[in-house]
């Protein structure tokens, strides 16, 4: 097999790329080989793909052309993944000042799909994505899909807080592919009360799901719902695949009492989808690497397996923005060893991640922390970090992190959003810090609740 045959198209012009550019069942089924491929292939296949993205960046993206002219960084004399360290890592910060010069110069706004992100560290982040990449996320999504038992036309029931994700445009044709061609069914945790998780009940025994994909913190919730309450009338899938927020043990292992199926973790991320998840062994996560360059990393060293490190990702497909050594403020565990899956994939453990309580509004009703991330933290413009602690039923506190963007506007929006989503009678107090930081093993605590939101479910 020739690894190369499909992206040699990246050599050319990436514009002719958009033009004659796979579609995602082609990249699936290169996938599905790929991840056998011998160790020594798969990094020389990454070092292919990253210094074609290098040249191509130094040549269209004005940022990426300043930064390597000022490092002194020659993309065509990279001869080895290592040398990509001689750059500085791509910060949150530098995208959000410098967003425009990151898009590449080649590409027309028409070829770029815009995107953006509460973040795992509640730093909200817009970015583009190249609609040739969305086609080798999806084939890399529906791949670790596979690994779950999940496979085209198997029912999935979606569990999850933020209903765009799965329904970007919500027309005639994409509703005939949920119902018919991927199955599935959304069921929204964005907020959540008794009515809705005994509406859950029923439409999952209905629907007869084989796959959950979930919020890993609405699926336990729905599980101690469902254990809490003595039901025993209810849907049982195959696998539950969960992502988004940290899983805890304490959460996998009632989710697996109640449903008695394995759970698949998930970590990803909006800017560059799936980075890696579970396979039937359940020892450590493959990556995604055919699609994103790792490295982990503490104060800028590499640091050996089976320890703890932040995580760098470079999205190699991603010509419409590249994303260079991406610092996402994760925390993560390169792992050692084969796979008794047999894949050759590298392994990690995700270690940090986002943290999100669920949060209770002045009606009673219970939202996701996760999703308030996204519905409320990004939508309002200046705000560079955010956290939301909950102190009682009628009082959050809201650590801010002023961005440039900050104005009065930012706090009138503010207020709008608590009262939209917390309801008019909310009490808040704002505190502005200088950063918030995460915690040692390099969690988010996005928000913090000290209320049991079953005390509202039952
Ligand atoms: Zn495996």
């Not at 993309?75 to 990509?84: H, T, W």
């Not at 049982?236 to 759970?263: D, G, Y």
Request: proline share 3%; hydrophobic share 35%.
């Amino acid at each position: 097999m020739d690894i190369f045959k499909p992206f040699a198209k990246y050599c050319l012009d990436p514009l002719l790329a958009f033009h004659e550019g796979s579609s995602h069942p082609e990249y699936l089924e290169e996938y599905e080989k790929t991840q056998f491929m011998t160790k020594e292939k798969i990094a020389e296949r990454q070092l292919f793909l990253l210094k074609n993205l290098l040249i191509h960046a130094y040549k269209n993206c004005p940022f990426y052309t300043e930064r390597f002219d000022t490092f002194d960084f020659n993309p065509y004399q990279l001869n080895a993944l290592s040398d990509i360290k001689k750059l500085p890592v791509l910060t949150k910060q530098d995208i959000q000042q410098n967003l425009e010069n990151i898009i590449a110069s080649n590409y027309s706004m028409e070829q770029l799909s815009l995107n953006q992100t509460g973040g795992s560290t509640g730093s909200p982040l817009k970015f583009y994505v190249d609609l040739e990449r969305l086609q080798s996320r999806k084939a890399s999504t529906y791949r670790h899909d596979r690994w779950t038992g999940w496979d085209i036309g198997v029912k999935t029931a979606v569990l999850w807080g933020h209903q765009r994700d799965f329904l970007p445009q919500q027309n005639w044709k994409n509703k005939i592919r949920d119902d018919y061609y991927e199955r599935k069914l959304f069921l929204d945790t964005s907020n959540i009360s008794a009515d809705k998780m005994k509406s859950f009940v029923s439409q999952l025994i209905h629907f007869q799901p084989e796959i959950y994909l979930a919020y890993a913190n609405s699926v336990y919730l729905y599980a101690r719902y469902l254990k809490e309450n003595n039901i025993t009338d209810y849907n049982r899938p195959h696998a539950i695949i969960t992502s988004a927020e940290v899983l805890t043990p304490v959460q996998r292992t009632l989710i697996e009492e109640v449903f008695e199926c394995k759970v698949f973790n998930r970590y990803g991320c909006r800017e560059t989808s799936i980075i890696a998840s579970e396979c039937s062994a359940h020892n450590g996560m493959h990556i995604s690497s055919e699609t994103l360059f790792l490295e982990f990393q503490n104060n800028g060293e590499d640091i050996a397996t089976g320890e703890t490190g932040k995580i760098i990702i470079s999205d190699l497909l991603n010509y419409g923005m590249p994303l260079i050594r991406y610092q996402i403020e994760d925390a993560g565990t390169p792992l050692d060893g084969d796979c008794l899956c047999g894949r050759t994939l590298p392994r990690m453990d995700i270690t940090g991640g986002r943290i999100t309580d669920f949060l209770v509004t002045s009606e009673r009703k219970v939202i996701s922390g996760a999703s308030m991330t996204i519905y409320f933290i990004a939508v309002i413009d200046g705000i560079a970090q955010a956290q939301i602690i909950q102190n009682s039923l009628d009082n959050l506190t809201l650590n801010i992190v002023k961005s440039l963007h900050f104005s009065d506007k930012t706090e009138i929006e503010i207020k709008e959003k608590i009262a939209q989503y917390f309801g008019v009678s909310m009490k808040y107090t704002i505190e502005y810090k200088d950063q918030i930081k995460s915690t040692a093993s390099g969690k988010y605590r996005f928000s913090i609740s000290h209320i049991d939101p079953m005390e509202f479910l039952s």
